[in-house]
């Protein structure tokens, strides 16, 4: 279908629908969000309008999956997530991570930004959208189809108007404990010239009660990472509570929405990803081919 075409059904539902005009949209965002309008309209270089390169009602059997990932910071979102875009051939879009570009750029809202996530707050909607919008266009024009999002939806208002957008096939909502989660948080290392994700968090925490235990082995870096580690600024004790803080206060109505719409798949994780991952398979229906052998590596 023509990206263009979308793109105007997309901006005609927003302009015409009762619930999100998007004026009406536009001035909650405005008096609800950490950043300005106007650093939101710079970021784009155009006026404002949510997504845009959404593909407007497609039938799932004429596009790729549109799956979402929720979870908590530091349930490993992100490594999921991407290892199912490997598997499924659609793109990972991290919000988290297109967030962190931004900020590492020399662009107009890179030092307000680092405010916001240093605090441990959500960026307003409008700059998410901005940001996702140019991320899906840019693969638009790649040719992608399909995605698997990670830390978007974040709130009601990002879901509904996301719900508004384009049908979301499936919500993983990704669960672990939150003392489990602090020290992955805590233990989470990048390296600076390859980007790697690493963990050198050793969760062993014995079962007892008849709670089973849980085992997490680290994910070390190899050796020509290892002296060019670096944590993030946010994941500090005191700003990864904040978030915690924030995540469970958005997360439960944004898990209703999809719950209601029986598109929500609680998952636990049991374990670390030579556990999780093939488990994570079957629940999905995806575990009939090259096996859980290659999943565990
Ligand atoms: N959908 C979103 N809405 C608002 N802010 C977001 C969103 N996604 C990411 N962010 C911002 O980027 C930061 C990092 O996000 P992310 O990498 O997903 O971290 P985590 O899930 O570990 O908290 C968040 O703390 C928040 O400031």
New binding site residues.
């Given amino acids: 279908m023509a990206v263009l075409n979308r793109l105007l059904r997309a901006k005609k539902e927003l302009s015409f629908s009762s619930s999100y005009s998007w004026m009406t949209t536009a001035c909650m965002w405005r008096s609800s969000s950490s950043a300005t309008f106007s650093d939101a309209a710079d970021l784009s270089g155009a006026p404002s309008s949510p997504i845009k390169a959404l593909p407007v009602r497609q039938d799932p059997k004429d596009r790729n999956v549109q799956w979402v990932f929720l979870?908590?910071?530091?349930?490993g979102?992100?490594t999921y997530a991407s290892r199912l875009s490997n598997r499924l051939g659609v793109p990972h879009i991290?919000?988290?991570?297109?967030?962190?570009e931004e900020l590492s750029s020399t662009g107009p809202l890179s030092k307000q930004?680092a405010e916001?996530?240093n605090q441990?707050?959500?960026?307003?909607?409008e700059?998410?959208f901005n940001l996702l919008s140019r991320r899906l266009e840019a693969g638009e024009a790649k040719g992608e189809s399909g995605f698997i999002l990670?830390?978007?939806?974040?709130?009601i208002r990002?879901a509904e108007i996301l719900e508004d957008l384009t049908d979301i096939d499936l919500v993983i909502n990704l669960k672990l404990r939150e003392d489990i989660l602090l020290e992955k948080?805590l233990g989470r290392r990048i390296c600076s010239q390859c980007g790697g994700n690493f963990n050198i968090a050793n969760i062993d925490i014995k079962g007892e009660n008849e709670k089973p235990g849980i085992y997490m082995a680290p994910l070390l870096p190899p050796p020509h990472c290892a002296s060019k580690l670096i944590t993030?600024s946010?994941?500090t004790e005191e700003v990864?509570k904040e978030?915690f803080r924030?995540?469970n206060e958005s997360s439960q109505p944004v898990e209703e929405f999809y719950r209601s719409r029986g598109k929500l798949l609680e998952f636990d994780l049991p374990g670390g990803i030579p556990e999780s991952w093939p488990k994570l398979l079957r629940a999905l229906n995806l575990d009939d081919h090259d096996g859980e052998q290659s999943a565990a590596a």
């Fill in positions: 979870g908590c910071p530091g349930v979102k992100g991290a919000t988290g991570d297109l967030v962190r930004l916001i996530v441990g707050k959500l960026v307003s909607d700059i998410i990670d830390g978007f939806p974040r709130t990002q948080c993030r946010d994941d990864v978030r924030i995540y």
